[in-house]
């Protein structure tokens, strides 16, 4: 990941905010309330995922 690589995650609790998120160029979504056993893989994913 080089210095320029900026990951996304989206955080809201408005359900149709995901597709705004998404379409906006996000890496992922998370829902609120934020569970920490959801979002610690997650984040996880998207650092180790390579974008397209």
């Given at each position: 990941?080089?210095?320029?690589?900026?990951?996304?995650?989206?955080?809201?609790?408005?359900?149709?905010?995901m597709?705004?998120?998404?379409g906006?160029?996000?890496?992922?979504?998370?829902?609120?309330?934020?569970?920490?056993?959801?979002?610690q893989?997650?984040v996880?994913?998207?650092?180790?995922?390579?974008?397209?």
């Amino acid at each position: 990941m080089g210095a320029t690589d900026v990951k996304i995650v989206g955080v809201s609790a408005d359900d149709n905010a995901m597709e705004a998120f998404m379409g906006a160029g996000a890496d992922d979504f998370v829902p609120k309330p934020v569970r920490p056993e959801i979002l610690q893989p997650m984040v996880q994913e998207v650092i180790n995922k390579k974008k397209n």
